[in-house]
């Protein structure tokens, strides 16, 4: 049994309320923030885990994302949206081929962003290239998702957290 619920406190710690805003999922994960502040629940389920936006408000019903439709072992979420013209999104895989997913939507549309999450857009996959030494090297997107899977099992298979940090 899994799901996402919201605890609400006062200001001296004590619980007010409990609501259930997600419901009928199994093995949530960590998941991630969205930078409009809604709450990206990733299940880790062999082959049908899915990827859900739900709203701390309560507002909006929680709802199925366009990243990680095709199911997966789904880990965390993270964002780029620096440049607001061109915002990405990164899902990462728990599993030996899980590779690191970027989506970019067709349209930005800061003005209701919840469906950018919902909407088209070019999901790539990592493909990483060490240098000799394996100490670095380069990396490149790619449309190939068997590529990049094969390239993921022989480089970053398991992946689990990822994060924002300041304009890195």
């Not at 007010?16 to 949530?28: I, R």
């Not at 366009?66 to 990164?90: L, Q, V």
Request: aromatic fraction near 12%; hydrophobic fraction near 30%; charged fraction near 20%.
């Amino acid at each position: 049994m899994g799901g996402v619920g919201r605890l609400k406190f006062d200001n001296k710690g004590n619980l007010l309320d409990y609501t259930m805003l997600l419901n009928g999922t199994s093995m949530n994960c960590g998941g991630g923030r969205t930078p409009w502040d809604t709450w990206v629940s990733c299940e880790e389920v062999l082959d049908i885990g899915q990827v859900y936006q739900v709203d701390p408000s309560g507002s909006r019903p929680a709802q199925l994302m366009t990243m990680g439709i095709e199911g997966g072992m789904w880990e965390s979420f993270a964002y780029d949206a620096r440049d607001t013209s061109t915002p990405r999104f990164f899902l990462t895989e728990d599993h030996e081929r899980g590779c690191l997913r970027r989506f970019t939507p067709d349209v930005p549309n800061w003005d209701d962003p919840w469906q950018m999450l919902h909407s088209s857009g070019k999901t790539e996959y990592l493909v990483l290239s060490p240098n000799e030494t394996n100490n670095g090297g380069t990396y490149e997107w790619t449309d190939n998702l068997q590529r990049a899977q094969e390239n993921a099992n022989m480089y970053y298979s398991f992946s689990e957290g990822i994060d924002v940090h300041g304009d890195q």
